[in-house]
Protein backbone atom coordinates (compact mmCIF):
# COMPACT_ATOMS: atom_id res chain seq x y z
CA UNK A 1 0.00 0.00 0.00
CA UNK A 2 1.27 3.58 -0.77
CA UNK A 3 2.15 5.52 2.04
CA UNK A 4 3.48 8.72 2.50
CA UNK A 5 5.81 10.73 4.94
CA UNK A 6 5.88 14.71 5.35
CA UNK A 7 9.19 15.81 7.49
CA UNK A 8 8.47 18.76 9.84
CA UNK A 9 4.73 19.55 10.60
CA UNK A 10 5.64 23.28 10.64
CA UNK A 11 8.18 24.91 8.77
CA UNK A 12 8.59 28.31 9.38
CA UNK A 13 10.64 31.24 6.74
CA UNK A 14 11.85 34.61 6.43
CA UNK A 15 10.22 36.21 3.22
CA UNK A 16 12.27 36.48 0.18
CA UNK A 17 14.19 32.94 1.21
CA UNK A 18 14.13 29.64 0.06
CA UNK A 19 10.96 27.59 0.85
CA UNK A 20 12.02 23.40 1.30
CA UNK A 21 8.83 21.09 2.18
CA UNK A 22 9.56 17.47 2.27
CA UNK A 23 7.64 14.48 1.00
CA UNK A 24 8.87 11.23 1.33
CA UNK A 25 6.21 8.47 -0.53
CA UNK A 26 6.40 4.46 -0.02
CA UNK A 27 4.65 2.38 -3.21
CA UNK A 28 5.29 -1.13 -4.68
CA UNK A 29 4.53 1.06 -8.39
CA UNK A 30 5.61 4.24 -10.00
CA UNK A 31 3.95 6.67 -8.11
CA UNK A 32 1.60 9.54 -9.22
CA UNK A 33 2.70 12.42 -6.91
CA UNK A 34 0.78 15.49 -5.95
CA UNK A 35 1.31 18.78 -3.79
CA UNK A 36 -1.74 20.61 -2.52
CA UNK A 37 -1.88 23.63 -0.43
CA UNK A 38 -5.02 24.28 1.62
CA UNK A 39 -5.76 28.00 3.20
CA UNK A 40 -7.69 28.84 5.68
CA UNK A 41 -11.08 27.85 5.38
CA UNK A 42 -10.95 26.12 2.15
CA UNK A 43 -10.36 23.05 0.19
CA UNK A 44 -7.83 22.32 -1.52
CA UNK A 45 -5.95 23.33 -4.31
CA UNK A 46 -3.50 21.51 -7.16
CA UNK A 47 0.29 22.53 -6.82
CA UNK A 48 1.29 20.49 -9.27
CA UNK A 49 1.39 16.65 -9.69
CA UNK A 50 3.95 14.20 -10.99
CA UNK A 51 2.63 11.61 -13.50
CA UNK A 52 6.07 10.30 -14.43
CA UNK A 53 6.87 12.38 -17.27
CA UNK A 54 9.34 14.91 -16.23
CA UNK A 55 11.20 14.60 -13.11
CA UNK A 56 11.33 18.58 -12.55
CA UNK A 57 7.73 19.56 -12.10
CA UNK A 58 6.91 23.69 -11.93
CA UNK A 59 3.33 23.95 -10.64
CA UNK A 60 1.26 27.32 -9.77
CA UNK A 61 2.96 30.30 -8.18
CA UNK A 62 6.40 29.87 -8.56
CA UNK A 63 6.37 26.17 -7.07
CA UNK A 64 8.46 23.54 -8.32
CA UNK A 65 8.92 19.71 -7.08
CA UNK A 66 11.55 17.58 -8.22
CA UNK A 67 10.43 13.20 -8.60
CA UNK A 68 13.82 11.18 -6.91
CA UNK A 69 13.57 7.75 -7.04
CA UNK A 70 16.19 6.52 -5.45
CA UNK A 71 15.03 8.82 -2.29
CA UNK A 72 11.91 8.06 -2.51
CA UNK A 73 11.28 11.49 -2.61
CA UNK A 74 9.26 14.47 -3.65
CA UNK A 75 10.16 17.82 -2.16
CA UNK A 76 8.21 21.19 -2.77
CA UNK A 77 10.22 24.21 -3.02
CA UNK A 78 10.18 27.60 -3.98
CA UNK A 79 13.40 30.56 -4.31
CA UNK A 80 11.56 33.39 -2.50
CA UNK A 81 9.09 32.54 0.29
CA UNK A 82 6.35 35.65 -0.05
CA UNK A 83 3.41 36.29 2.95
CA UNK A 84 1.09 34.97 0.78
CA UNK A 85 2.43 31.65 0.96
CA UNK A 86 1.47 30.78 4.15
CA UNK A 87 -1.00 27.96 4.63
CA UNK A 88 -0.65 24.20 4.80
CA UNK A 89 0.67 22.24 2.35
CA UNK A 90 0.17 18.34 1.68
CA UNK A 91 1.92 15.79 -0.44
CA UNK A 92 -0.38 12.81 -1.60
CA UNK A 93 0.51 9.93 -3.88
CA UNK A 94 -2.29 8.08 -5.15
CA UNK A 95 -3.39 4.68 -5.23
CA UNK A 96 -2.60 3.31 -8.74
CA UNK A 97 -5.82 2.41 -10.31
CA UNK A 98 -8.61 3.85 -8.28
CA UNK A 99 -9.39 7.62 -7.72
CA UNK A 100 -8.13 7.34 -4.39
CA UNK A 101 -5.28 9.67 -2.84
CA UNK A 102 -3.61 8.78 0.05
CA UNK A 103 -2.21 11.94 1.92
CA UNK A 104 1.09 12.97 4.33
CA UNK A 105 0.10 14.72 7.45
CA UNK A 106 0.77 18.57 6.16
CA UNK A 107 3.26 20.79 7.05
CA UNK A 108 2.09 24.03 7.90
CA UNK A 109 4.58 26.94 6.51
CA UNK A 110 4.77 30.18 8.58
CA UNK A 111 6.11 33.25 6.55
CA UNK A 112 8.38 35.95 8.94
CA UNK A 113 8.52 39.25 7.89
CA UNK B 1 -16.61 26.56 -15.88
CA UNK B 2 -17.68 26.54 -12.29
CA UNK B 3 -16.11 24.89 -9.31
CA UNK B 4 -16.91 21.92 -6.85
CA UNK B 5 -19.81 22.92 -4.92
CA UNK B 6 -20.57 21.58 -1.32
CA UNK B 7 -23.51 22.24 0.62
CA UNK B 8 -24.04 23.14 3.38
CA UNK B 9 -21.15 24.96 4.09
CA UNK B 10 -21.42 24.62 7.89
CA UNK B 11 -23.49 22.19 9.86
CA UNK B 12 -23.75 21.44 13.20
CA UNK B 13 -25.56 18.41 14.70
CA UNK B 14 -26.34 16.55 17.76
CA UNK B 15 -24.94 12.96 18.79
CA UNK B 16 -27.44 10.24 17.34
CA UNK B 17 -28.83 12.62 14.64
CA UNK B 18 -27.83 11.60 10.81
CA UNK B 19 -26.74 14.11 8.59
CA UNK B 20 -26.44 13.83 4.82
CA UNK B 21 -23.82 16.53 2.74
CA UNK B 22 -24.11 17.46 -1.09
CA UNK B 23 -21.43 17.39 -3.82
CA UNK B 24 -21.63 18.68 -7.05
CA UNK B 25 -18.66 18.59 -9.32
CA UNK B 26 -17.44 19.97 -12.31
CA UNK B 27 -19.51 19.82 -15.03
CA UNK B 28 -18.27 17.02 -17.36
CA UNK B 29 -16.54 15.17 -14.58
CA UNK B 30 -17.82 11.89 -13.48
CA UNK B 31 -15.92 10.69 -10.59
CA UNK B 32 -16.44 12.21 -7.36
CA UNK B 33 -14.62 10.84 -3.95
CA UNK B 34 -15.35 11.67 -0.74
CA UNK B 35 -12.57 13.28 1.94
CA UNK B 36 -12.97 13.43 5.94
CA UNK B 37 -10.21 16.03 7.64
CA UNK B 38 -9.39 16.07 11.09
CA UNK B 39 -6.70 17.57 13.28
CA UNK B 40 -6.12 14.47 14.11
CA UNK B 41 -6.37 11.50 11.43
CA UNK B 42 -5.97 14.50 9.07
CA UNK B 43 -7.14 13.59 5.19
CA UNK B 44 -8.48 9.96 4.81
CA UNK B 45 -10.13 8.94 1.72
CA UNK B 46 -14.01 7.91 2.67
CA UNK B 47 -15.22 6.46 -1.12
CA UNK B 48 -15.67 7.27 -4.66
CA UNK B 49 -18.31 6.72 -7.14
CA UNK B 50 -18.41 6.78 -11.30
CA UNK B 51 -21.33 6.58 -13.36
CA UNK B 52 -23.12 6.33 -9.80
CA UNK B 53 -21.21 3.21 -8.80
CA UNK B 54 -19.37 2.92 -5.66
CA UNK B 55 -15.78 2.13 -7.06
CA UNK B 56 -13.67 1.97 -4.10
CA UNK B 57 -14.69 2.68 -0.15
CA UNK B 58 -12.26 3.67 2.60
CA UNK B 59 -11.61 2.29 5.91
CA UNK B 60 -15.06 3.85 7.80
CA UNK B 61 -17.82 1.88 9.71
CA UNK B 62 -21.05 1.49 7.79
CA UNK B 63 -22.71 4.70 9.36
CA UNK B 64 -20.60 6.16 6.24
CA UNK B 65 -22.52 6.23 3.23
CA UNK B 66 -22.42 7.68 -0.01
CA UNK B 67 -24.02 7.86 -3.45
CA UNK B 68 -24.29 9.49 -6.92
CA UNK B 69 -27.02 10.43 -9.37
CA UNK B 70 -27.41 10.34 -13.23
CA UNK B 71 -26.33 14.12 -13.43
CA UNK B 72 -22.68 12.88 -11.35
CA UNK B 73 -23.86 15.12 -8.46
CA UNK B 74 -23.35 12.95 -5.09
CA UNK B 75 -24.71 12.52 -1.67
CA UNK B 76 -22.70 11.47 1.78
CA UNK B 77 -24.83 10.17 4.57
CA UNK B 78 -23.54 9.84 8.58
CA UNK B 79 -25.89 8.41 10.66
CA UNK B 80 -25.90 7.45 14.15
CA UNK B 81 -23.26 10.52 14.26
CA UNK B 82 -20.73 10.66 16.95
CA UNK B 83 -18.57 13.05 18.65
CA UNK B 84 -15.56 11.49 16.23
CA UNK B 85 -17.46 12.37 13.36
CA UNK B 86 -16.75 16.30 13.55
CA UNK B 87 -14.50 17.25 10.90
CA UNK B 88 -14.35 18.90 7.63
CA UNK B 89 -15.54 17.08 4.52
CA UNK B 90 -14.47 17.20 1.26
CA UNK B 91 -15.47 16.31 -1.85
CA UNK B 92 -13.02 16.05 -4.91
CA UNK B 93 -14.62 15.60 -8.68
CA UNK B 94 -12.42 14.23 -11.85
CA UNK B 95 -13.31 14.10 -15.27
CA UNK B 96 -12.58 10.02 -15.63
CA UNK B 97 -11.34 7.34 -13.76
CA UNK B 98 -7.52 7.45 -14.75
CA UNK B 99 -5.51 7.57 -11.51
CA UNK B 100 -3.28 10.23 -12.76
CA UNK B 101 -6.29 12.76 -13.13
CA UNK B 102 -6.29 15.62 -10.89
CA UNK B 103 -8.72 15.35 -7.96
CA UNK B 104 -10.75 19.25 -8.13
CA UNK B 105 -11.62 20.08 -4.43
CA UNK B 106 -14.59 21.37 -2.91
CA UNK B 107 -14.78 23.92 -0.04
CA UNK B 108 -15.64 21.54 1.95
CA UNK B 109 -18.76 21.11 4.87
CA UNK B 110 -17.19 21.73 8.35
CA UNK B 111 -19.49 19.59 10.46
CA UNK B 112 -19.81 19.82 14.26
CA UNK B 113 -21.26 16.68 15.82
CA UNK B 114 -22.46 18.76 20.01
Known amino acids: AQSVTQLGSHVSVSEGALVLLRCNYS??????LFWYVQYPNQGLQLLLK??????LVKGINGFEAEFKKSETSFHLTKPSAHMSDAAEYFC???????????FGQGTRLTINP | KAGVTQTPRYLIKTRGQQVTLSCSPI?????VSWYQQTPGQGLQFLFE???????NKGNFPGRFSGRQFSNSRSEMNVSTLELGDSALYLC?????????????FGPGTRLLVL
Open chain 2, 27 to 31: SGHRS
Open chain 1, 50 to 55: YTSAAT
Open chain 1, 27 to 32: SSVPPY
Open chain 2, 92 to 104: ASTISQSDQETQY
Open chain 1, 92 to 102: AVSDRGAQKLV
Open chain 2, 49 to 55: YFSETQR
